[in-house]
Every structure is written in C-alpha cells, then in structure tokens.
C-alpha cells in the first residue's frame, strides 16, 4: 500500500522501537494492541498516559477485557518500558526533566519492577508448556554439539588399520574375555596414535605386540600368551571414538535447526535477512578487479595494446545481465534494477567500459602496423658477450 509522509514516519518509528522488545514484551504487546484496535482506541493525552504506565498489574486477557481505553495505552507503554532492552542514561534523564516528563522515569521504574516480580513468579512457578517445549527442542539441536554420538569399532589382533575422521578417543581395550582375564585399557597408547591436523587415527603403524605389552603383569614372563595358547581365544582392539562432527552426513541440516532454534529462542537474530540480492551482484564486482589485475599481469609480456579490451567488457556485462535476472527470479525487480548492488555494478561497468573502449581505439593503428601477435620467424635473439683483455693471453 502507498503511505503518506506522516504514515511513513511512524512506520520509521516503530521499526526502530520494535528492536527494544524482547519476546515476552511482544506476547503481552500483542494481546494489548489486539484490543486497542477491535475498540479503535485512540491514545490519550501523555500526562495520563504516563499515569497509567505504572499500573503494575498483570497483563493477561481477562484484565484487558475490562480495562478502560487509557489503561490500556498505559499498560502497552508500562510493556514497552518493562523489556531489559530500554533503558534510561543520565543525558536521557536530563532531556525528560527539560520537556517535564520526568514521570517517564518512575513510569520505567514500574514497568521493570513489574517485569521482575514476573520473572520471579515464573521461576518459582516453573516454565510453561510452550516454554518448556521450546527448550527441550533447542537442547536436542545442541546435543549433536555438546556430546556428539559415540562410534564403537573393533579389529582383530595384526588387522589393525587406519580409522579417519575421528575428533576424540573416548576407550580403547585390547584383550579377550575369559573365567581369569579380562581385556585391558590401552586408551592412552591408542590416543597417542591421533593426528589432530588430519584427524586420522593411525592404527597401522601399531603392533599387536606393542599393546601385549599392557597385558603382562609379570615382566619377562609371557603369562598372557601362554593362557591364550590354552584358551584358544585372539585378542580384539576394541574403540570408543567421536567422530568429526563435520563429516557427519547431514551435518548442514543439524547446523540449520541449530540456528532456527536459536532465532527461535532469542539468541540470534538475522543482522542482513533482506540483503541476499546482494550475493548474486558479488560476483560482478569481483571481476572489476580482477579485470584489471590480468590486464595489469598481461603487460609483463604482452604489449598493452594487443590485450582484449572488448571480450573483456562483453564478458563482464553478460554475466552482469545473468544476475540481473537471477535476483529478478529471487527477490524481485525493485531489487534487481534499483538497488545499491545493482548500481555498484552498472556505474563501474560503464566507466570500464569508456576507458577499455579508448584503449581498443588507441590500440588500431599499433596493431595495423605490429600486428595482433607475435611472428615467429621475426623473433631474433641477440647476445651481447664481454670478454675481459686478461683472457686473450
């Protein structure tokens, strides 16, 4: 819909005062706007509206449904005021007392006053369902993170080999189970094995002997192997590891719920949600610069006059058009033609444009008379050799 001035301005205010609310000032916000407006409301005058924004008293539907119109005003501004985002400084104070509505202060004092006996009455009380819900389903979104699934493997005694992707060593035993042993913990030997910067276990530089070793007691006196040759039983590696979250299938979906339960909880808030035309118009500017770095490189063994101005310039326009049209597909026209990305791209391209095009023209006659490349059969080597007098003797 077309806004008029004024309606623009108070659309310019309340977009910025939304970013003072956190999620519990809007829940309230929303049920007292509700009611403002089936009753169409208007505000009154701000000495009494200020008045009634002390009025501590719950906002639930049942209050709202009997509250007078200019109480409800005074509990929207009371809401408002009550959220751990606003704040008063001594210069804002200062301000309050000049225009004489310093009761905006004590007004702020109830709203936060209230705000913490409501944060008090909750905790004792105990999280809603809906609370309680959205926490349980941000904590399953960060177990994946703070206690990634255990992988168990076993080898056999002289098969071992290399297990990759692996972040940490939680067990490793090495051994069989019979009525008189059990196998034995090697943990600290296997996690010795680790390499962090590829995390890679290296299992095959390891021998069995190495970790037989553990499992004789008695030093010198191969007990072990002679109760194994008896009980016919092979020795087993057995692992507990973690695997590199990373190279988890899926891993892209598990960050994604991560996030919208985040966004979802408060915890983050999207700083550029609008600006995913600008993506698409990078790759344009991009070649801005790289243009004239290869013309730059070019000039190191190409006359400049025998560089590529024009290919240049109709390259860089047909993908410009490209992306023109993907943003017109994802965002809209008014985004693809008329924003700021779009305009660092044209201008530029244009201004590329008259200078390459000079450039093409200036490079005409050296070209008529050099040519556009180099002649072989033209190419002549010249040495120039200094002979010192003392070497002819």
């Not at 008896?230 to 990373?246: A, C, D, F, H, M």
């Not at 600006?275 to 500017?285: A, M, R, V």
Request: with cysteine; proline share 6%.
């Amino acid at each position: 819909p077309i806004l008029n001035p004024g309606e623009e301005r108070l659309l310019r205010i309340g977009e910025k005062a939304a970013s003072y609310l956190d999620r519990q000032a809007w829940r309230e916000l929303e049920a007292i706007l509700a009611e403002i407006a089936s009753r169409k409301a208007a505000p009154p005058a701000l000495p009494v509206l200020i008045a009634n924004a002390t009025n501590t008293v719950s906002v639930d539907h049942g209050t709202l449904s009997g509250a007078r119109s200019f109480e409800l005003w005074g509990k929207a501004l009371n809401v408002v005021l009550g959220s751990p985002r606003v704040y008063f400084t001594r210069t804002a104070l200062m301000q309050l007392r000049m225009v004489g509505i310093h009761g905006m202060y004590q007004a702020w004092e109830a709203a936060q006053n209230r705000r913490a006996a409501m944060l008090l009455s909750t905790n004792k009380k105990g999280q809603s369902a809906e609370q309680k819900e959205e926490e349980d389903l941000l904590m399953a979104a960060l177990k994946p993170f703070i206690d990634p699934p255990v992988t168990e493997i076993c080898f056999r005694a002289g098969h071992f080999r290399d297990v990759p992707n692996v972040a940490e060593v939680v067990s490793a035993t090495f051994g069989y189970t019979s009525l008189t042993t059990k196998p034995t913990d090697v943990t600290a030997t296997v996690r010795q094995q680790l390499d962090a910067r590829t995390h890679t276990l290296v299992l095959s530089d390891l021998t069995a002997s190495q970790l037989q070793t553990h499992r004789e007691y008695v030093p010198l006196i191969s007990l072990d192997l002679v109760r194994r040759s008896i009980t016919g039983n092979t020795s087993e590696l057995k692992l507990r590891y973690k695997p590199v979250l990373e190279s988890a299938p899926g891993y892209r979906d598990i960050v994604d719920n991560l996030l919208l339960q985040l966004s979802k909880n408060g915890w983050v808030k999207p700083l550029h949600s609008n600006d995913g035309h600008f993506t698409w118009f990078k790759l344009p500017e991009w070649m801005q610069v790289e243009m004239i770095q290869v013309f730059g490189q070019s000039m190191n063994h190409t006359p400049w006059y025998r560089f590529p101005f024009m290919p240049f310039i109709k390259l860089y326009f047909e993908i410009l058009i490209k992306e023109v049209g993907i943003v017109r597909h994802e965002h809209g026209l008014l985004k693809a033609i008329f924003s700021n990305a779009f305009l660092t791209d044209l201008i530029p391209g244009i201004v590329m444009f008259g200078v390459f095009l000079q450039l093409q023209l200036l490079s005409l006659p050296l070209l008529t008379f050099a040519g556009e490349s180099y002649e072989p059969e033209t190419l002549i080597e010249q040495m120039v050799i200094y002979v010192p007098p003392a070497s002819h003797r």
